[in-house]
């Protein structure tokens, strides 16, 4: 287990079910440290394992910067080898190759929704760990971008793959090739984000959302993530078929008994979770 520090790089708060993981490094515009990295695939694993955990928000500290990317001083030249590692946080991400997978949300099942929350400039691995969440909440002033190819690199913490997904393929092959960054409006009318908010707003809808899934059955809403997670890409009738498991997985819980009598009862459901 590694030492805890005077101010933790990633702060943690848990209220009614739903984890708030905030990057906390505002000198470097929240940044991605070999630090932020580990404690966020720690994170992100408890919050998968944990039965008390519904939904997830993620965000950064401040008005500035919901999170610039990799650390070029700390985790790029780490890297690439052109920084030998000098403390716990470096040995780990050079030991650990998973580490960096995980705190991007790549090659790591996760059916639990992620929300971020997205209080400021949102560029390269802050970027591509938004591609992972399921819902956006972006301040008015955020900017988003992926700028690697101009400094000689490529995103590879997903958005390769997923950004062609989530937006018009021109639009994402533009923001890859180029670099250049596009305000939230324009992601907002891409599809790239749910909402565009003042940002002193941004929690607030963030927390509304997150509430009102972690009211819900959590059997339904994680096999919904990961039956449309697991289907993309196949055929329709492969889909289906996925679909029927997930339909056989919900339909043998307590909770679907719970929702419909509850609803009959004129009450609120009690949902424990199988």
Known sequence: MIAETM?????????????????????????????????LADAFTEFSENPELRVCILTGVGD???CSGGDLALTLPLMTGAREPEDEWDRRLVSEP?????????????????????????????METVLATDIRIAADHAKFGLPEAKRALIPFAGS??????????????EMLLVGDTIDAETALRAGLVNHVVPVGE??????????????????????????VLASSGRTLREGYQLEDQAKSRVMASADAREGP???????????VGR
């Open 98 to 126: 998973d580490v960096m997978s995980r705190s991007a949300l790549r090659d790591f099942d996760l059916n639990k929704p992620i929300i971020a929350a997205i209080n400021g400039t949102c560029l390269a691995g802050g």
């Open 64 to 66: 500035k910067a919901f």
């Open 160 to 173: 390769l793959v997923r950004l062609p997904r989530q937006m018009p393929h021109c639009l994402a092959m």
């Open 261 to 271: 009598r509850a609803f009959m009862e004129k009450r609120q459901p009690i949902f």
């Open 202 to 227: 941004v929690m607030n809808k963030a927390l509304e959302i997150a509430g009102k899934i972690a009211a819900n059955g959590p059997v339904a809403v994680q096999e919904i993530k990961k039956t």
């Open 7 to 39: 101010e933790k790089a990633l702060l943690s708060e848990v209220r009614d079910g739903i984890l708030i993981l905030t990057i906390n490094r505002p000198a470097a515009r929240n940044a991605i440290s070999p630090e932020v990295a580990c404690r």
